[in-house]
């Protein structure tokens, strides 16, 4: 059965520093999402893309968040540069139809 | 905000059926009811969905009432492996499809 890819599962830096989340969405899906939740609280949204531009973003996803589909497998979420309240698990999800499927996560700690 | 209401804990003897209620009551006629789960930390993990008819697939069987302001999410033989968050997400009817999480029913299964 297909799913969702994420890469790194565990990403330690330093605060300052830019880190960039790797996802492989399922092949035929065409909408991109990323979520995240900070240890012991609930799911968030972040971002969604389609069609190569975001179609909506939440008040968490500012200046610092930046996604990209550099080539037809990959979905990528950079944060420019990292804050301690940046620590969470990040979820990449992806859709065909109206269901969306995530990924294991990447844990993202920020030092 | 998330527009269900979920009860924070329960709990099943393994073998049991699980019977996890979530309220609904503002959902809007053409929105869908999906429910996810949780293990630990890891990405969430799509179980069903339903409009207004009572679905089953090989998780689980929803049913939702008439007035569409609740729904049961059904798994008819709890294994140890169930234990699991579990979330009631009523999907946003806009132009990104996206879900808003609640905290969801911690459901503990008992040997």
């Known amino acids: 059965e297909p799913e969702v890819t994420q890469t790194p599962s565990h990403q330690v830096t330093q605060m300052g520093q830019e880190v960039i989340l790797r996802c492989v969405p399922i092949?035929?899906?065409?909408?991109f999402y990323w979520y995240r939740q900070i240890l012991g609280q609930k799911v968030e949204f972040l971002v969604s893309?389609?069609?190569?531009?975001?179609?909506?973003k939440s008040e968490i996803f500012d200046d610092q968040f930046s996604v990209e589909r550099p080539d037809g497998s990959n979905f990528t979420l950079k944060i420019r540069s990292t804050k301690l309240e940046d620590s969470a698990m990040y979820f990449c999800?992806?859709?065909?139809?109206?269901?969306?499927?995530f990924g294991p996560g990447t844990r993202l700690t920020v030092l | 905000d998330a527009k269900t209401t979920q009860p924070p804990s329960m709990d099943c003897a393994e073998g049991r059926a699980a019977n996890l209620p979530c309220n609904h009551s503002?959902?809007?006629?053409?929105?869908?009811v999906y429910w996810y789960r949780q293990i630990h930390s890891q990405g969430p993990q799509y179980i069903i969905h339903?409009?207004?008819n009572n679905e089953t697939n090989e998780m689980a069987s929803l049913i939702i009432t008439e007035d569409r302001k609740s729904s049961t999410l059904i798994l008819p033989h709890a294994t140890l492996r169930d234990t699991a968050v579990y979330y009631c997400?009523?999907?946003?009817?806009?132009?990104?499809?996206?879900?808003?999480f609640g905290s969801g029913t911690r459901l503990l299964v008992r040997p």
């Open positions: 999800a992806s859709r065909e139809a109206g269901t969306q499927y």
């Open positions: 092949s035929n899906h065409l909408y």
């Open positions: 893309f389609y069609n190569n531009e975001i179609s909506e």
């Open positions: 503002t959902i809007s006629g053409n929105e869908y």
């Open positions: 339903g409009l207004k």
């Open positions: 997400i009523v999907r946003v009817m806009d132009s990104s499809y996206k879900l808003i």
